[in-house]
Nanobody
Framework: QVQLVESGGGSVQAGGSLRLSCAAS????????MGWFRQAPGKEREGVAG??????????YYADSVKGRFTISRDNAKITVYLQMSSLKPEDTAMYYC??????????????????WGQGTQVTVSS
């Protein structure tokens, strides 16, 4: 059974940084996709970043709203994916979710493209 456990959320002031972690188990991690989504109250879940490893090459993707501020990475040995968030803004406030397993061809930014989800970790950015 696939399990994804997020950690690293918290409260920071605008301009600050946080690093989220997602530990995966029961999953063929090294050869598949991982991603981060977020959902603010009253809003739809949106894709933040995704990372694919295909034939030894790694590809990453970002929402326009976080490009240049957020970085997704993975540690295959620890079966963990990270989201380094810098220059945080109040509008980044949301519950952040880790996602795994995106069959080839599914758009990374669509929640429906992913098969497994973590429980989420809250990020709150104050002005």
């Amino acid at each position: 059974q696939v399990q994804l456990v997020e950690s690293g959320g918290g409260s920071v002031q605008a301009g600050g940084s946080l690093r989220l972690s997602c530990a995966a188990s029961g999953y063929t991690y090294s050869s598949n996709s991982m991603g981060w989504f977020r959902q603010a109250p009253g809003k739809e879940r949106e894709g933040v970043a995704g990372i694919d490893t295909l034939i030894g090459s790694t590809y990453d993707y970002y929402a326009d709203s976080v490009k240049g501020r957020f970085t997704i990475s993975r540690d295959n040995a620890k079966i963990t994916v990270y989201l380094q968030m810098s220059s945080l803004k109040p509008e980044d406030t949301a519950m952040y979710y880790c996602a795994a397993d995106r069959p080839f061809g599914g758009n990374w930014y669509l929640p429906a493209s992913w098969n497994y989800w973590g429980q989420g970790t809250q990020v709150t950015v104050s002005s």
